[in-house]
């Protein structure tokens, strides 16, 4: 009588799938609401009431961007010989995130505000700057707490994360 054992399989460990996502968006969004309304309210010098309603719009379409954004992020990191998520990564992740918002909260700050396209964007750079950082600090965060998503363990083949960037794997 032979005893054959099953082929180990790889699974991921920490909060992984849509519990994961669902978690990350509410955490993500909530903060971010809180933070955008005041300084959209120091910014505009209007109060908090009406620039809460255009951080409630800015966090419904940065939820949406969110999920496609982080969906396509995923997809690309899940190719890429090298595991894990290095501040190179990090950064290209939330220079990429925050990039895209530009193309739609400009438009939505300038009519909400009733100002030209070039102020609200002057508006949005402090925004963005915040949320360059806001983005990157909670991400590592985040996964800290839950643990790296599937995207960016170590595979079955063996491939370990990593999360220090050397000259060859500076984005990978």
């Not at 992984?16 to 969004?29: D, I, P």
């Not at 491939?159 to 990978?172: E, N, S």
């Given at each position: 009588?032979?005893?054959?054992?099953?082929?180990?399989?790889?699974?991921?460990?920490?909060?992984?799938?849509?519990?994961?996502?669902?978690?990350?968006?509410?955490?993500?969004?909530?903060?971010?609401?809180?933070?955008?309304?005041?300084?959209?309210?120091?910014?505009t010098?209007?109060?908090?009431?009406?620039?809460?309603?255009?951080?409630?719009?800015a966090?419904?379409?940065?939820?949406?961007?969110?999920?496609?954004?982080n969906?396509?992020f995923?997809?690309?990191?899940?190719?890429?010989?090298?595991?894990?998520?290095?501040?190179?990564?990090?950064?290209?992740?939330?220079?990429?995130?925050?990039?895209?918002?530009?193309?739609?909260?400009?438009p939505?700050?300038?009519?909400?505000?009733?100002?030209?396209?070039?102020?609200?964007f002057?508006m949005?750079?402090?925004?963005?700057?915040?949320?360059?950082c806001?983005?990157?600090?909670?991400?590592?965060?985040?996964?800290r707490?839950?643990?790296?998503?599937?995207s960016?363990?170590?595979?079955?083949?063996?491939?370990?994360?990593?999360?220090?960037?050397?000259?060859?794997?500076v984005?990978?």
């Amino acid at each position: 009588m032979s005893t054959q054992t099953a082929p180990a399989t790889h699974r991921p460990t920490g909060l992984q799938g849509l519990r994961r996502r669902v978690l990350y968006v509410t955490l993500y969004e909530l903060i971010a609401i809180v933070a955008a309304t005041a300084a959209l309210a120091w910014l505009t010098g209007q109060g908090p009431g009406h620039s809460g309603v255009v951080a409630v719009a800015a966090s419904a379409i940065a939820v949406v961007w969110n999920l496609v954004f982080n969906w396509a992020f995923e997809r690309w990191e899940a190719r890429q010989p090298v595991r894990g998520r290095s501040t190179a990564r990090r950064i290209a992740h939330a220079i990429g995130f925050e990039g895209g918002l530009v193309f739609t909260l400009v438009p939505l700050f300038a009519w909400w505000f009733k100002v030209s396209l070039w102020q609200a964007f002057v508006m949005d750079l402090g925004l963005i700057a915040f949320f360059l950082c806001y983005t990157f600090v909670f991400n590592w965060g985040f996964d800290r707490i839950f643990g790296l998503p599937a995207s960016a363990q170590a595979g079955p083949s063996g491939v370990q994360a990593t999360t220090k960037a050397t000259p060859q794997t500076v984005i990978q």
